[in-house]
């Protein structure tokens, strides 16, 4: 396991790799801490967690939670709209209907699946072949069932954070519909569903790399 000592250095010297358009990408591991509301209120209770990105273990799917994060546009704001305790916590979809709209056609290719979805360990959802695109989610059990199923995990919970995952909102379970969510975002998610825990900021270790303005 890396020390965060070793981690600074390795974030200081990042080696980036840039795909066809030319967008520069980490190529070695990477933090992003995520500041989360538990009770959906403003200013209510206030917790947080980091992640520790590993793009050897599914570049794909770590270029485009880079691209999320450096948007600023897509995890500000977004609700954990799917929790089924020991099992996962889904997020992801914006919740500007426009943002959504706007990243919901932008697909990634599959990544092999090289590591299990483990408990703690964070992976991309997806509807079929080639079809992920920003929703995400944090397997709360130990899932491995996904892995013949081509959930690749690409990123893991640091430390003492899947004590503030377990502590996500789950009573409303799968309730909350994604076509609505996609179509009217928060203003549905506040309406009929007002105490789910968000996503108020999410930082990074990456520092100075450029935003991807080719998406």
């Not at 890396?2 to 200081?12: H, K, M, N, P, S």
């Not at 709209?81 to 990243?103: D, H, L, Y």
């Not at 932008?106 to 090289?114: E, H, L, M, N, Q």
Request: no cysteine.
């Amino acid at each position: 396991m890396w020390t965060r000592l070793a981690l600074l250095g390795a974030v200081l010297a990042v080696a980036r790799s840039a795909d066809v358009a030319g967008v520069a990408y980490a190529s070695e591991p990477w933090e992003a801490t995520f500041s989360i509301d538990l009770d959906g209120r403003e200013g209510g209770d206030q917790a947080s967690f980091s992640v520790r990105v590993h793009p050897e273990w599914a570049p794909e799917g770590a270029k485009r939670f880079q691209d999320m994060v450096q948007s600023g546009e897509v995890l500000t704001g977004a609700r954990f709209f799917r929790v089924v305790p020991n099992f996962m916590v889904q997020f992801g979809i914006p919740g500007n209907p426009e943002v959504a709209s706007t990243w919901r056609s932008k697909t990634i290719p599959d990544d092999k699946v090289k590591e299990s979805n483990k408990r703690g360990y964070m992976t991309f959802a997806t509807a079929g072949p080639n079809t992920r695109t920003t929703q995400l989610f944090i397997n709360t059990a130990d899932n491995s069932f996904l892995d013949s199923q081509g959930f690749s995990p690409f990123a893991e919970v640091l430390e003492n954070g899947m004590d503030v995952v377990d502590q996500i909102q789950s009573k409303y379970r799968e309730r909350p519909n994604q076509g609505q969510i996609q179509s009217l975002g928060n203003s549905y998610l506040q309406k009929e569903f007002p105490d789910l825990s968000y996503v108020s900021t999410v930082t990074s270790s990456l520092g100075s790399v450029p935003s991807n303005e080719a998406l």
